[in-house]
């Protein structure tokens, strides 16, 4: 099914440990995103990517780093895991010139750091 | 600056009965206005949108919502609630000409009650 994957689904980190959460889109979007999504306050862009070659900031970037490694695939890694950073984590994707349609959502990927 | 303000953090209705989430956004655009549904532990899914074409927009699983300039609203209706609509919506707004420019609203979690 088309659609845009996250791997893994769960994750329990040590603080400071480091991870890089997977995703892929097979739709052909150009635009990609990382949110994080805390109890009560919606979803929090941290970064995103217009198109292959070029990454931004979000609303919330500190203690992330991404990278757009082609066209499907848009990696978010936390380079010294802290508690502040449990949160549910979901990759979106569109088509810029179509933003009306909206995000195409991942299932997530719960991380936990103890 | 874009904000968007979900009325209700929680709505109990009876199966069968009518259902109405409430939101409201502020933009200084003509903004795209989206409902997106998540059911436990899924990712988002888009339930409709506001393009600026019709007021009132049709969405999935017989959900509508209408767009009030006037009252700068987008609620959500739905004339007969099922159990399956048990989930978490989440009123959305961008303005379309930033990508990161898109605000989610805290969320309504809507229970059905047999």
């Known amino acids: 099914n088309a659609g845009v994957t996250q791997t893994p689904k769960f994750q329990v980190l040590k603080t400071g440990q480091s991870m890089t959460l997977q995703c892929a889109q097979d739709?052909?979007?150009?635009?990609m995103y990382w949110y994080r999504q805390d109890p009560g306050m919606g979803l929090r862009l941290i970064y995103y990517?217009?198109?292959?070659?070029?990454?931004d900031k979000g609303e919330v970037p500190n203690g992330y780093n991404v990278s757009r490694l082609n066209k499907r695939e848009f990696s978010l890694r936390l380079e010294s895991a802290a508690p502040s950073q449990t949160s549910v984590y979901f990759c979106?994707?569109?088509?810029?010139?179509?933003?009306?349609?909206?995000?195409?959502f991942g299932s997530g990927t719960r991380l936990t750091v103890v | 600056a874009q904000s968007v303000t979900q009325l209700d953090s929680h709505v109990s209705v009876s199966e069968g009965t009518p259902v109405l989430l409430r939101c409201n956004y502020s933009?200084?655009?003509?903004?795209?206005l989206f409902w997106y549904v998540q059911h436990p532990n899924k990712g988002l899914q888009l339930l409709l949108k506001?393009?600026?074409?019709?007021?009132l927009v049709k969405g999935i699983n017989g959900f509508e919502a209408e767009f009030k300039k006037s009252e700068t609203s987008f609620h959500l209706t739905k004339p007969s609630a099922h159990m399956s609509d048990a989930a978490e919506y989440f009123c959305?707004?961008?303005?379309?000409?930033?990508?990161?420019?898109?605000?989610f609203g805290p969320g309504t979690s809507l229970s059905v009650i047999p």
């Open positions: 979106a994707s569109n088509d810029r010139d179509s933003m009306y349609y909206g995000y195409t």
């Open positions: 739709m052909n979007h150009n635009s």
């Open positions: 990517s217009a198109s292959e070659g070029t990454t």
């Open positions: 933009s200084s655009y003509s903004p795209s």
């Open positions: 506001y393009t600026s074409a019709a007021t």
């Open positions: 959305v707004v961008s303005d379309q000409t930033s990508y990161d420019k898109v605000i």
